[in-house]
């Protein structure tokens, strides 16, 4: 996996923040720049490490202002280029104290669609109470960095194969299969999730068969406003090997996509798609 990206600047808006542009020179060196302070904790970047072993790392300092409450630190959201990703990273810090973290971007299926440069990582964080989840979630806080200075922050487009099959394309949303795969969850139909619309959507399925054999795959996905995101529709081997199912010949789900914070919405999409993978 090819993880080595060059930087002139590195720059860095933070949503809310009284001053939202801070540039630096040399991203390889510890930054300690306070992104995101409340009265209840802070976020600190350090650095970011494009080399980790583990993927795409941004390294963070978290501090609990609390006298008495843990928090628990996670991501809500994430994007790079304008992609959804679902980092690695949760942390619970204690009241009082501080903990250094990564967040750590897995960006295998990035790179394999060609996206190698990454100028834009956009951020949101959600803190709540480690041992009371019946406790309203603190306010969360979205931060922007531009690994190479804002000037130089690119959209991604993907580029359409000879073998995509698009299934669903309106104003709204696109939905199109990227080809099919099998690993240790089970036979997986790719997806790439577009949403063109000012709002969250989530995509889900209802009504799937797999060769005429009613079988539901694991798959929800969250896309957040203008963005897009990969996914897949899971099916597990078990499933299958029940069904005594050794090729998937055609697929048949019912594709719905609506408003994540309003149910009562019309459906962005509601449309029953037939395809041989």
Not at 12 to 26: E, L, R, S
Not at 69 to 78: F, H, L, Q, W
């Amino acid at each position: 996996m090819k993880k080595t990206l060059l930087y002139s600047t590195f720059t860095m808006i933070v949503a809310a923040c009284i001053n939202p542009v801070v540039t630096y020179a040399n991203p390889s060196t510890v930054f300690n720049q306070e992104v995101i302070t409340n009265n209840q904790y802070s976020v600190t970047l350090k650095d970011i490490n494009p080399n980790n072993m583990f993927g795409y790392s941004v390294n963070v300092l978290l501090e609990n202002k609390s006298a008495d409450t843990t928090y628990m630190y996670s991501v809500d959201s994430a994007t790079i280029n304008g992609i959804a990703c679902d980092p690695l990273f949760a942390s619970t810090v204690a009241p009082g104290k501080k903990s250094n973290a990564q967040i750590i971007f897995n960006t295998d299926d990035l790179e394999e669609m060609g996206l190698t440069d990454f100028t834009h990582i956009e951020i949101t964080f959600r803190v709540y109470d480690a041992n009371n989840w019946s406790i309203g979630e603190l306010p969360m806080e979205t931060i922007h960095i531009y690994p190479q200075g804002v000037e130089a922050v690119t959209k991604f487009v993907r580029t359409s194969l000879p073998t995509d099959k698009v299934l669903v394309d309106n104003e709204y949303v696109t939905i199109t299969f990227t080809g099919q795969e099998t690993d240790w969850l089970g036979y997986n139909a790719n997806l790439f999730l577009e949403n063109k619309t000012d709002t969250t959507i989530m995509f889900s399925t209802s009504q799937e068969s797999v060769n005429g054999y009613m079988l539901s795959p694991l798959f929800a996905k969250t896309v957040k406003p203008g963005t897009s995101a990969i996914g897949a529709l899971t099916w597990p081997s078990t499933s299958l090997e029940e069904n005594d199912i050794n090729v998937v010949e055609e697929i048949e789900v019912l594709f719905k996509a609506y408003d994540y914070e309003n149910f009562m919405r019309d459906s962005f999409v509601e449309e029953v798609v037939i395809f041989q993978p």
